[in-house]
């Protein structure tokens, strides 16, 4: 089922950073996840494959925010949204 970025970022008390109109159908790792897919990343140890990372969004905190350039849903634990 496909959710847009405005529904997911209501329900994690997250702040949008791109379009909030774009959907996802499913979470995936940051090595696997792609334009279909939602990541999160919380350990700056992957930060090398953020860098390649296709997802069509990504969960992170406001001080990584540079770290990604595509749709980003900022909350303050990723792990807990």
């Known amino acids: 089922m496909a959710r847009r970025l405005s529904e997911l970022a209501t329900l994690v008390d997250a702040r949008i950073v ?3 109109e774009s ?6 790792s940051i090595e696997r996840a792609g334009p279909e897919a939602i990541t999160f990343f919380a350990d700056r140890k992957l930060a090398p494959q953020l860098s390649h990372c296709t997802a069509g969004a990504v ?3 406001d001080q990584d925010e540079s770290r990604y350039d595509g749709n980003r849903l900022l909350v303050d634990d990723p792990y807990a949204a």
Request: proline fraction near 8%; aromatic fraction near 0%; charge should be negative.
């Open 18 to 20: 791109g379009d909030p």
């Open 59 to 61: 969960l992170l905190r």
């Open 23 to 28: 959907s996802v159908e499913c979470v995936d």
